[in-house]
C-alpha cells in the first residue's frame, strides 16, 4: 500500500540518507541567536535547491531533502513564533523563504553594524 510518499529504490536509500542527514546539518556555535539559526536554515535550503546535480541524478531524494529542511523551518518557527515581528512571521507562514533569510539577514547585519 503506497501511503503517498515517493517509493525511494533500495539502492537511492543509503545515498538519501546520507544527503537527509547533511540537509538537516546545521551549524550551531555559542553564542548564535535565534535569527542566526534561521539564516543557517534558510541558506542550507538554497544550497540544496541549487544542487542541481543532485537533483538530475537522484530527483526523489533532492526533494526529500528539501521537504525535510523546509520542515526544520516550519518547525524552527513554530518554537519562535512569540519572539518574531509579522513581516517575518508573515514569510514563514506563507513559505517565502528567500523572502525570509533577506530579511533576517538584514536584521543581524544591523545588529552587527555592518
Known amino acids: 500500500m503506497n501511503s503517498g510518499r515517493p517509493v525511494i529504490a533500495p539502492t537511492c536509500q543509503r545515498e ?3 544527503r537527509l542527514q547533511t ?10 541567536t535565534a535569527f542566526d539559526e534561521l539564516a543557517s536554515l534558510l541558506r542550507r535550503r538554497v544550497e ?3 544542487d542541481i546535480e543532485w537533483r538530475d541524478r ?10 525535510h529542511i523546509s520542515e526544520e ?10 519572539g ?3 513581516q517575518l512571521r508573515h514569510f514563514l507562514a506563507n ?20
Do not use: C
Open 16 to 18: 538519501l540518507a546520507g
Open 23 to 32: 540537509a538537516a546539518t546545521v551549524l550551531y556555535l555559542p553564542g548564535m
Open 48 to 50: 540544496i535547491i541549487g
Open 58 to 67: 537522484d530527483a526523489t531524494g533532492h526533494l526529500a531533502a528539501l521537504g
Open 73 to 82: 523551518i516550519s518547525r524552527w518557527a513554530n518554537e519562535h513564533k512569540a
Open 84 to 86: 518574531i515581528d509579522g
Open 95 to 114: 513559505a517565502s523563504f528567500q523572502k525570509a533569510l533577506d530579511y533576517v539577514e538584514g536584521q543581524i547585519a544591523a545588529k552587527s553594524g555592518i
